[in-house]
């Protein structure tokens, strides 16, 4: 089956820094989703990003499909930004396969 | 709007006995609906997903069943809890989002400890 990898697995953050998280996939896909899972585990939805970039407030994501990899940008973090980050990619049967996650600590 | 409900939110469980969660999802129709579990706060994997109702795919062989009664109610389902059940579930639905095409959107989950 395909295989997601992110990194970092752990990032430490000062407040105001700026970050980058990676994901890497390993076959085509139909659609890559970006989630920030909160420290209570509710999975939040940040991108919808199978090609190209888009930008919401302080976080943007570009996926560039031809190479097979999605980055995620966060800038100016906040202590609400940590959590552990998600990637996860739609395979044919449309469930979605999940890297093993990025887990951000922000400090203040 | 679409909403999905989990309950309950934690259970703690004796080994051997049984487990039913629930999930429900308002205001769509026909969604496509999935089982996932979260173990050690890393890494969800896929148990089961459901097209329509009766309709379950079953992805890991293992001490779990589930069931679509309803078009929007999915259950997970136990006969005899393991000690490696324990772990976080999460219900997931398929549907339009604001990019509008297919996305998934999750549950609040339910914490499951098995002692």
């Known amino acids: 089956g395909i295989q997601v990898e992110q990194s970092p697995p752990d990032l430490i953050l000062q407040e105001g820094a700026n970050s980058t998280l990676r994901c890497n996939f390993s076959?085509?896909?139909?659609?890559l989703q970006w989630f920030h899972q909160n420290p209570w585990g509710q999975l939040i939805n940040l991108f919808y990003i199978p090609s190209g970039t888009k930008q919401n407030g302080r976080l943007s994501a570009t996926t560039v499909a031809t190479e097979r990899y999605s980055l995620l940008y966060i800038s100016s973090s906040q202590t609400t930004d940590s959590g552990v980050y998600f990637c996860a990619v739609v395979t044919g049967r449309r469930a979605l396969t999940f890297g093993s996650g990025t887990r951000l600590q922000v400090q203040p | 709007s679409q909403t999905i409900h989990q309950w309950p939110a934690t259970l703690v469980q004796p080994v051997g006995s049984p487990l039913s969660l629930e999930c429900t999802v308002e205001g769509t129709s026909n969604p496509n609906l999935y089982w996932y579990r979260q173990a050690a706060g890393r890494g969800l994997q896929l148990l089961f997903y459901s097209v329509g109702i009766g309709q379950i795919s079953s992805e890991v062989p293992q001490n779990l069943s589930a069931s679509r009664p309803q078009d929007r109610q999915f259950i997970l389902s136990s006969k005899k809890l393991l000690l490696s059940d324990s772990g976080f579930y999460l219900c997931?639905?398929?549907?339009?989002?604001?990019?509008?095409?297919?996305?998934?959107?999750f549950g609040p989950g339910t914490r499951l400890t098995v002692l």
């Open positions: 997931a639905w398929s549907g339009l989002g604001a990019s509008g095409r297919n996305e998934q959107f």
């Open positions: 076959d085509s896909v139909n659609n």
